[in-house]
């Protein structure tokens, strides 16, 4: 059965540096890009980053590019998110979710909750 | 960035009727790589339809999507009670990979 479980969200003070995890199993992960995507409690869904099957690759939405790092470790079957510099506005549920090359989305995490507050 | 945009944002329907959903792209999708997802309220998004229109696995053949370039339309014929949801629209051909805005379908 193909899991993704997120971890590392909570309540963290604005400028702060979480780091949220991914980790996968259930499939062979090293043949998947991995996508976080984003949604306000009540909100729509909003795409924020991607890495290649390799790690080599990433992109960004332009909301968290220089803020936000992907990568992973393959090894481990766990993808990470380094969120720095974070403000109210990236309070969301963070879900990673599996892609395969020239495939949609298919399979979701549960999602993290992260909320920025002081 | 291709900018999504779907119409309309909320449809109020009875069961059994059937709800057309639209998403109009800013720009042509590559490859009519388009996809929709429905999401219930506390429930993760589940992949419907890909590619425009291919069902995704476990799907009934009440969804449906078509269009291709900057057009696509989901169906959902014969609605049940337990089709009330948030319907996302995605494109995943070029990046970034966007979203529309969500349309939400409610029955009556």
């Known amino acids: 059965e193909v899991q993704l479980v997120e971890s590392g969200g909570g309540l963290v003070q604005p400028g702060g540096s979480p780091r949220l995890s991914c980790a996968a199993s259930g499939f062979t992960f090293n043949n998947y890009w991995i996508n976080w995507v984003r949604q306000v409690p009540g909100k729509g869904l909003a795409w924020v980053s991607r890495i290649d099957p390799g790690g080599i690759s990433t992109i960004y939405a332009d909301s968290v590019k220089g803020r936000f790092t992907v990568s992973r470790d393959n090894a481990k079957n766990t993808v990470y998110l380094q969120m720095n510099s974070l403000g109210a506005e990236d309070t969301a549920v963070y879900f990673c979710v599996r892609q395969a090359r020239d495939e949609p989305l298919d399979y979701w995490g549960q999602g993290t909750l992260v909320t920025v507050s002081s | 960035e291709i900018v999504l945009t779907q119409s309309p944002g909320t449809l109020s329907l009875s069961p059994g009727e059937r709800a057309t959903l639209s998403c109009r792209a800013s720009?042509?999708?590559?490859?009519?790589?388009l996809a929709w997802y429905q999401q219930k309220p506390g429930q993760t998004p589940r992949l419907l339809i890909y590619?425009?229109?291919t069902r995704a696995t476990g799907i009934p053949d009440r969804f449906s999507g078509s269009g291709s370039g900057t057009d696509f339309t989901l169906s959902i014929s014969r609605l049940e009670p337990e089709d009330s949801a948030v319907y996302y629209c995605?494109?995943?051909?070029?990046?970034?990979?966007?979203f529309g805005e969500g349309a939400k379908v409610e029955i009556k």
């Open positions: 995605q494109q995943y051909g070029s990046s970034p990979l966007t």
């Open positions: 590619g425009a229109s």
């Open positions: 720009q042509s999708v590559v490859k009519n790589f």
